[in-house]
C-alpha cells in the first residue's frame, strides 16, 4: 500500500525568499516520487521526480526536492520563490506494481506575496 | 512536446444523461490511467488500462463507468448515468515503462464536468 501526506495545506512566502512544500510518504515497495504542480484552472504539470537514482532531484523553473528514505521525505524547496509559483503543489508516490497507479497527497497551497 | 489531450474542456450535462469524456494519450505510451478532482478535494485514482483491459480500478468505479481505447489513440471514460455528485475535474494521464521502472505520467489539462 501507498500513501503520502503533504503537511501543509497553505503556505504563503513573500516574493525572493525561499519555499519548503512538505510531504512524507509511505510504500511497501520502493516508490517513485513525484511534485505536480496546478495553476488555476490549469491542469497538471510534471515539476520533478524521484526514481530511485540522484537524491537531490532538480526539477524546472528552479524546484528541488530531496527524497530522504530514513525520513520517508521528500520536501519541495526553492531559494527564491516568483510571483508566478502561486499555485497548487501536489506531491504524488508510485511504488510501481499497480501498473502505475499513483496517490496523490491533499495538495499544497502556495502563496507569493508581492 | 507531446502532450495528452482532453476534450471538451468543460461538458455540462443533465442528471442520468450518459456523458464520454475523450483523451489522446501519447502516441508511444502503453498505460492509460483516469483520475478525478471534486472541488476543492483531492485527486483520486479511478482506473488503469493496459492492453485492452482495465488494470486496477477504484471502489469509485463502478458498473455507472466504463473506459474504452475505440481505435488504437483514443481512451475514453463513459459515465452511463450521472449524478449530481459526479461533478468534477477528470484528469486522463498517460505513461510508458521502462523495464519494471514506471516513468512518470503525463497528465491532460482535464475535462470539466457538470451535472445539473
Known amino acids: 500500500a501507498q500513501s503520502v501526506t503533504q503537511l501543509d495545506s497553505h503556505v504563503s512566502v513573500s516574493e525572493g525568499t525561499p519555499v519548503l512544500l512538505r510531504c512524507n510518504y509511505s510504500?511497501?515497495?520502493?516508490?517513485?516520487l513525484f511534485w505536480y504542480v496546478q495553476h488555476p484552472n490549469k491542469g497538471l504539470q510534471l515539476l520533478l521526480k524521484?526514481?530511485?537514482?540522484?537524491?537531490l532531484v532538480k526539477g524546472i523553473n528552479g524546484f528541488e526536492a530531496e527524497f530522504k528514505k530514513s525520513e520517508t521525505s521528500f520536501h519541495l524547496t526553492k531559494p527564491s520563490a516568483h510571483m508566478s509559483d502561486a499555485a497548487e503543489y501536489f506531491c504524488?508516490?508510485?511504488?510501481?506494481?499497480?501498473?502505475?497507479?499513483?496517490?496523490f497527497g491533499d495538495g499544497t497551497t502556495l502563496t507569493v506575496k508581492p | 512536446e507531446p502532450e495528452v489531450t482532453q476534450t471538451p474542456s468543460h461538458q455540462v450535462t443533465q442528471m442520468g444523461q450518459e456523458v464520454i469524456l475523450r483523451c489522446v494519450p501519447i502516441?508511444?505510451?502503453?498505460?492509460f490511467y483516469w483520475y478525478r478532482q471534486i472541488l476543492g478535494q483531492k485527486v483520486e485514482f479511478l482506473v488503469s488500462?493496459?492492453?485492452?483491459?482495465?488494470?486496477?480500478k477504484s471502489e469509485i468505479f463502478d458498473d455507472q463507468f466504463s473506459v474504452e481505447r475505440p481505435d488504437g489513440s483514443n481512451f475514453t471514460l463513459k459515465i452511463r448515468s450521472t449524478k449530481l455528485e459526479d461533478s468534477a475535474m477528470y484528469f486522463c494521464?498517460?505513461?510508458?515503462?521502462?523495464?519494471?521502472?514506471?516513468?512518470?505520467?503525463?497528465f491532460g489539462q482535464g475535462t470539466r464536468l457538470t451535472v445539473v
Open positions: 494521464a498517460s505513461s510508458e515503462t521502462v523495464g519494471q521502472m514506471y516513468t512518470e505520467a503525463f
Open positions: 488500462f493496459y492492453n485492452n483491459e482495465i488494470s486496477e
Open positions: 504524488v508516490v508510485s511504488d510501481g506494481t499497480n501498473a502505475g497507479k499513483s496517490t
Open positions: 524521484y526514481t530511485s537514482a540522484a537524491t
Open positions: 510504500s511497501s515497495y520502493s516508490p517513485s
Open positions: 502516441s508511444n505510451h502503453l498505460y
